[in-house]
């Protein structure tokens, strides 16, 4: 069973919740700590998690350090923010986490959940494309008039991403997420991460935020591969065949 700590429960009128958890490419993970950070958004519960499964230890000193989930709130933007540091791979408590999380939205009478994250396609070199989807028909054409093309065909959203609209779904809970198209889960995609944050607050009509910090992260990403590519490149090389 989950241990869940409330510090204090926030006074807000129909809030928005956005809930999301590092995802492939750590889309979702790096949205959400972007948010925190810039809304100065303060915390108020706590949910204890099973992670770390392991101890450290400072010259013969055990140290233990529990990780947690946080729920944060902006009272300013009329908003909820639930974040963490990993994704639960265990199916039992990914339901259980899932389960908390909506049952605090219901405590705070939250309006519409809205959960961020990735897809794993080939996107477009210029601009990478940004799918959505709902669980209630009537946010479709509102999703449409915002210009993010609907998760067509059929095909599975995984982890607690796509988990928590499910869940919410069960409690009769609005939800909607927004994902934006990445190539590699196993590299960090801050450039998606900034197009999904852009188009989120765009969509829940909320003043822009300042993005020069994804912008430059994104910077030292392409730095970084162009080193490797050109690394790699020199090693392809040296291992021609010569000429005798």
């Known amino acids: ?29 790096i949205g959400m700590a972007f948010l925190v950070k810039k809304l100065k958004a303060k915390l108020f519960a706590e949910i204890y998690a099973f992670w ?69 396609r080939q996107p477009n070199p210029a601009e990478p494309k940004l799918f959505a989807a709902t669980t209630t028909p009537k946010h479709l054409g509102v999703l449409k008039k915002e210009r993010l093309e609907l998760l067509n065909g059929k095909g599975q959203i995984t982890g607690f991403n796509g988990l928590i609209m499910g869940i919410a779904k069960e409690k009769q809970l609005d939800s909607i997420c927004i994902l934006s198209e990445i190539d590699n889960p196993n590299v960090i995609q801050p450039k998606s991460a900034q197009l999904v944050l852009e188009k989120l607050l765009q969509v829940l009509d909320l003043k822009p935020l300042d993005m020069k910090e994804l912008e430059e992260e994104e910077k030292r990403k392409q730095f970084m591969e162009q080193q490797i590519n050109y690394v790699n490149g020199l090693a392809r090389k040296d291992n021609q065949p010569g000429i005798a």
């Open 52 to 120: 770390p499964p392991a101890v450290s230890y400072d010259h013969g000193l055990i140290k233990y350090e529990q990780s947690s989930y946080k729920f944060h709130y902006s009272q300013k933007e009329n908003l909820v923010l639930f974040s963490g540091e990993f994704n639960p791979s265990d199916p039992r408590r990914l339901y259980e986490l899932c389960y908390e999380v909506v049952s605090m939205a219901k405590k705070l009478r939250v309006s519409t959940l809205y959960s961020i994250g990735a897809a794993l």
């Open 1 to 29: 069973m989950l241990g869940l700590k409330i510090h204090t429960l926030p006074k807000l009128t129909r809030p928005v919740m956005i809930a999301a958890l590092p995802d492939m490419g750590n889309v979702a993970g």
